[in-house]
């Protein structure tokens, strides 16, 4: 059975079902990346399946349209009574997950939870199951009569639709003879591909079976001969709750018919998950022994983006808008990974993809390794051609077509530099944003994992790429590129308004990468470089035109927000980015119409102009282009959430691939950078209104673990004292990060600062404490003597100023009573006594000493401050006893969070 912790978790996602729900999307495309997916519908009870193998998402049009199984569904059995084919009209999508309520009979309540393989962090097995063609499901039964219940559930899929097989393989199932009834398999050759589906139940002895419906409605057993079915019985106590798991699983083949690039052999793509299986019954049994590693991670993934006070509809996109991570992308068998473009045939694109990649980096380095390796090893190389191409990047990697062909799916080899790109635009040697946006991954990189050696093979690489921006500057005389082109290729537009700021950005991130790795040489170039391309961007690019005139024009801010998304400093003038800022107001706001409000290319507008604003501290700016956004393709026509097109249309089943950009506005509201090859935290929030100046549960992202942020911005009098606290910051991590500085807000421009730290419940003294910067970004940098590691105890910043000069502000006064806990034993029905100085939601987690959760303790909304208790009763364990003698108490609270030791007395 699921310890307390998970059973809190469904209840609140079936809180958000109930208040915070999206439905009518169809449901969540479920699969691993580049795997294609199955689909289940509760409104309809329906499964169906994506089309066109990837990275085409499907056949662009509804999959139920096609690809709908022509018999398939949940049944449920419970004391003697049967529903078959159940339906709900409570469901809910939040990629990568779907629940659904189907109500009750005969006193058993049957929820559903559904997700794709996808669990964030840097762990190979995380990997394998995210590239891993799975689905899983989960039906939750809960007994809620006073009397045991005989249960029995159901799930059907037929391997065909109305006209044409769906997943490979047979069309209709038999029974895997060495599962013991626990599965069936739709087989099929290497050719043809294969599928499977598998059940397991945590009841007590339960029952398989599978095949047809046999006997099913009247006493919950199938038939065990050929069918398309898989079904678990046992009997559920009265008050108990039994999960019964199912895993859909499939494996396919990918073969072009031709030989497109010159090989002498046809393209044998294929997947990359055939490096671990076999077949699909391999990858079924994979996906069930690590079903509860995944079901798990997702919901508490999903949870904790939801988990904040954000505004609602913009933690449903940080969600919603992953589609791509299904849809869009390609994993081969020999390590290549790319994403389809979604509105084009296009497969790379790094202009565009680079905009998306954060998710990916921050989660799935390795995805992202394996991408940067194929852009710069399949770069120009100047043999065979001009020599002067040498390290520029190409646009995509398939000689990419209008439409997406069978063929076009197909990606140049390794180290294939001559290939030809965009079908539009053929040759695209001159555009900047190529390179510019390779540096970019390669630094997002760094950042992310802190990988000494393999900056030491990438940078030199991204030095080769930088030669070529500064050579297409040079050609035009400046060391800006101002006759280069760009992924903003209307018309063959030049576009240097944006491709300068990008440029600013690149350099400053060379320096950075090239000082990682002890090129001070190289990195005083760079410097030198910036200097001269900033002076250049005064003259050349602020004019009458910055920021005007074209529906695209957000793209001359779009350095300055990707700077401020890496926490450099300021790369154009307060007065240049204000002014700018306000023209796209003029320009966009002022029209009639959402498309047009949205511009040309809204996921753009959203990110290029709405992280200018955020970091300018205009979050509200930002978050109403979010709300329209949101308005528009979510709320006004749900079926099409994840299928967002790059236009703003809300009708074309594109999966425009840009669309995880949201995620960068998010690491600028929360005002957060984690740098794991320095050891540098930023934490410098811009917070929207409405939030109130509170940053509440935030999850960080970082790929070796995720980490939370709560924030307090206002001022708060600190009684018999001159001093006025600014800020509170609360910052932990799942597991153990090395920290060395910390960069905060300097919220008051204060030029000395009083900072407190804390790391669990010890004081740190030893640290250097300076202010620094200007205009819209002014910060405190502490740099500690000695590195911090913060874990699951977490760091609390405290930032005070004098309160003379501090008017027409939020000020709060303190609560009397901290937060704390209060006991320092645990034993079974004893009370453990705590203290929170704010109302809402509050968390008691045990762990052991390595920062490891054991298990929750308390998980509830708590409406008033003060003294409060909870009884600890040995039932949130899996053994229901305590091994260690010593443990770690964590209370989490609106407020942040504290820790203590504490000893465990056993009865």
Known sequence: MYSHFVMSLIVILFLTINSLALSKTNGTPLGGMGTGYVIYNALTGDFATSGKLPPAGSDMEDEFVSRKSVSSGFHFFAGGECKQKAISNIEDAKFPFYSADFGNLND????????????????????????????FFEIIATNRGAKA??????????????????????????????????????????????????VDCEGASPLYSAGGFGTFLTNGILD???????????????????????????????????????????????????????????????????????????????????????????????????????????????????????????????????????????????????????????????????????????????????LFTHESRFMCPWDNYLHKDYWWCPITTDWADLNIMTIFKTYELMLATGNIDSMKVYVPKAIITADRLMSMCAEAGKHIPIASRSTYDTQGDLTPGYLSGLALAAYRVMEELTTYIGDTTSAKKYREWYNIARKECETLIYTPDFCRFRDYAEGDLAGYSWANYFCLEPIMAPEIVTEGCKRLRQLYLSQNEVQK?????????CDHWGGTEIACGNPDTAMNLFKMDYDFFHAANPEMVFWQDLWADNSIYSSYMTAPSVWRSYFQMTGYMLDNANNRLWIRPRIPQEMNQLIVNAPLLNSKCWGNLNYDGRLTDIPNQSLMRTQKVSVTFDSLVTI????????????????????????????????????????????????LEIGPCGLLAEVYADRVGFHNATRVTPQTQPLSINSGNISNGKPIHFSIDVAGPVTIDLLNLNGTKICTILQKHISSPG?????????????????????VMRLIANSGSVCKLVSSVQK
């Not at 929820?111 to 964030?120: E, F, H, V």
């Not at 769906?166 to 895997?176: E, S």
């Not at 905060?744 to 250097?768: C, H, Y």
Request: net charge neutral; hydrophobic share 35%; proline share 3%.
């Open 108 to 135: 058993i309540g049957f929820t559903l939870g559904a997700c794709s393989p996808l669990i964030p962090g840097a762990d190979p097995i995380n990997y394998q199951l995210a590239t891993s063609p799975l689905a």
């Open 149 to 198: 219940v005989e249960v029995a559930v159901a799930m059907e899929f037929t391997n065909k639709s109305s006209t044409q097989n769906l997943l490979g393989g047979a069309d209709n199932a038999i029974i895997d003879t060495s599962s013991n009834n626990k599965a069936i398999s739709f087989p099929g050759t290497s050719t043809t591909g294969n599928a499977y589906l598998a």
């Open 224 to 402: 065990n001969t050929s069918g398309n079915l898989v079904a678990a019985k046992c009997t559920i106590a009265a008050g108990g709750t039994v999960h019964f798991k199912f895993v859909l699983s499939w494996w396919r083949s990918f073969i072009s018919t031709v030989d497109r690039y010159g090989s002498g052999k046809v393209d044998e793509d294929n997947y990359y998950y055939h490096n671990f299986y076999a077949d699909s019954k391999d990858v079924g049994l994979f996906g069930m022994t690590h079903f509860d590693k995944v079901i798990n991670g997702v919901r508490t993934m999903v949870q904790k983006v939801m988990g904040s006070n954000f505004p609602y509809y913009y933690r449903e996109k940080l969600l919603n808008n992953l589609y791509p991570q299904i849809h869009n992308t390609l994993c081969a068998k020999d390590g290549r990974v790319a994403f389809w473009e979604g509105h084009y045939g296009n497969i790379g694109i790094i202009d565009q993809g680079q905009h998306a990649a954060l998710w990916y980096t921050w989660n799935w380095p390795q995805h992202q390794w394996q991408e940067l390796q194929y852009w710069y090893r399949t770069s120009h190389k100047g043999i065979g051609e001009d020599p002067s191409l040498n390290g520029q990047i190409h646009h995509d990697f398939n000689s990419g077509e209008l």
């Open 597 to 605: 409000k949205l511009g040309r290319w809204h996921f753009y507008t």
């Open 740 to 787: 060395k500085e910390i960069v905060l807000n300097n919220s008051m421009g204060t030029d000395k600062p009083f900072v407190r730290i804390s790391l669990g419940s010890s004081a740190i003294d030893s640290f250097n404490c300076t202010t620094e910067g200007a205009g819209h970004e002014k910060n405190i940098r502490i740099a500690f003597k000695n590195p």
């Open 867 to 887: 003294k409060h208790s909870a009884i600890w009763n040995n039932k949130a364990t899996k053994t229901g006893t305590l091994s260690q003698k010593i443990l």
